[in-house]
């Protein structure tokens, strides 16, 4: 079965396919477009990169622009609901790499901060 990343990274696309099964070296990045989903999917995930972009600072990449708290809860989850619904669309054709776990302790993060 083919394998796809999804993964936000400044100037690239968050979709990431792999040449190979297992070799993380051999993967490319590949626009939204590309992938068998949902005109809705990659309206939402093109919306989210865009987001992410935003966040680049030219003046110091090594630490990205910070979205507010509310906004960044609110990304974080739809990022997660983003990937629910890539893996619903792609079940049978991709296996989806995706680090939900990081994902969820932002959230907890976010959650407990005051």
Do not use: G, H
Request: hydrophobic share 35%.
């Amino acid at each position: 079965m083919k394998k796809i990343m999804y993964l936000f990274e400044y100037f690239c696309s968050p979709i990431w396919l792999y040449e190979t099964p297992n070799d993380m070296s051999r993967v490319k990045n590949v626009n939204v477009d590309a992938l068998p989903i949902s005109q809705d999917l990659k309206n939402e995930i093109r919306a989210l990169d865009f987001i992410y972009q935003l966040t680049y600072n030219d003046d110091y990449p090594a630490e990205p622009i910070k979205l507010s708290k509310e906004e960044e809860l609110i990304f974080c989850k739809r990022v997660i609901e983003s990937e629910k619904k890539l893996y619903d669309e792609l079940i049978n054709k991709y296996q989806i790499v995706f680090d939900k776990d990081m994902w969820k302790r932002k959230i907890e993060e976010l959650q407990n901060f005051n």
